[in-house]
């Protein structure tokens, strides 16, 4: 991998230019090494319900890819490794929790969801709540990692509609589904691998599909000044986005299944009823040549058949 780690390394200082020329927040524009001790920190007192759909939702799409693997690579299986969030807000313990994480982000950057190992490793299936100093060994046996994506959207009658638009002279809009990269996640992206030299993917699971990106193509693509956008949409908290579109990556599966839905309600410390709905089941087909490919920026085996 010494020659990825150098390639990205070289598309850092290309991001880090093209985010300055375009006005980025200084704060962002600090990569490599640990971030400054944490000054004044906001916790939030509350879940709300949109919080808590968006949570259904990544979760649900974690658990969809770790299953398509599991029954896909052979000899690799998946750990669930990104910090979680296992106490919700306004909970007993939960600032405690909050502010423990963004310390650790500081400190080893942010922790991927996913990590691919070899199937001979015999520990949990889900270290999430484990201290990341701890997990060191377990990031340097595993294959890659993998942050996992969620949208509301079916990506490819997305893409066939935008078609059928531009054939009958509507023009506007984007013509596919994007990655949708937060610029305030890119440092501490990188600090994570800066302190684990494992490789990195993106993967953004549809209601149709599933898509997948390097990270260190997103970085170059980034570091280009093409190919890309920069937004603040109302789903991310109107945080700065980076939309790249998912043709820039690989379709790594298809549904075989539509996930139904099922209505969830909470009930909050001060007596507040939230309801939001949460995807159930679902089913794909991974294509494990494509999904290698994207992770770790490979050629893949000789073909066996297209899945897709």
């Not at 638009?165 to 691998?193: C, H, M, N, P």
Request: glycine share 8%; net charge positive.
């Amino acid at each position: 991998m010494t020659e990825y780690f150098r390639r990205l390394t070289a598309a850092k200082d290309q991001v880090l230019a093209e985010l300055q020329r375009r006005g980025a927040d200084a704060r962002y524009l600090h990569f490599g090494g640990s971030g400054a001790p944490l000054a004044r920190v906001f916790v939030p007192t509350d879940a709300r319900s949109e919080f808590l759909a968006n949570r259904a939702m990544g979760d649900w799409a974690e658990h969809l890819v770790a299953a398509a693997v599991n029954d896909t690579i052979p000899g690799y299986r998946v750990v669930h490794y990104g910090n979680s969030d296992r106490i919700a807000a306004g909970k007993e313990g939960f600032r405690k929790f909050y502010t423990d994480m963004l310390d650790d982000v500081r400190v080893h950057g942010k922790r991927p969801d996913l990590l691919i190992v070899p199937d001979s490793y015999e520990g949990p299936s889900d270290v999430s709540a484990v201290p990341t100093e701890a997990l060191r060994s377990l990031v340097a046996s595993s294959l890659v990692a993998v942050e996992v994506r969620s949208s509301k959207f079916e990506a490819l009658h997305y893409a066939r509609v935008r078609a059928q638009e531009r054939q009958a002279g509507k023009l506007g809009g984007r013509e596919s589904q994007s990655f949708t990269v937060k610029i305030e996640d890119l440092k501490i992206v990188y600090r994570w691998k800066e302190n684990f030299k494992k490789p990195q993917a993106y993967c953004q699971v549809f209601f149709d599909s599933m898509f997948a990106i390097n990270v260190l193509r997103i970085f170059e693509i980034i570091g280009s000044g093409t190919g890309f956008q920069i937004e603040n949409p109302a789903k991310s908290q109107e945080k700065t986005t980076i939309m790249i579109p998912i043709t820039s990556g690989l379709q790594v599966a298809s549904f075989d299944e539509t996930p139904t839905f099922e209505v969830e309600r909470q009930k909050s410390r001060l007596g507040r009823h939230d309801a939001f709905v949460r995807p159930v089941g679902g089913g794909v087909r991974l294509d494990a040549d494509a999904f290698l490919k994207a992770l770790l920026e490979i050629e893949p085996a000789p073909p066996r058949g297209r899945l897709l």
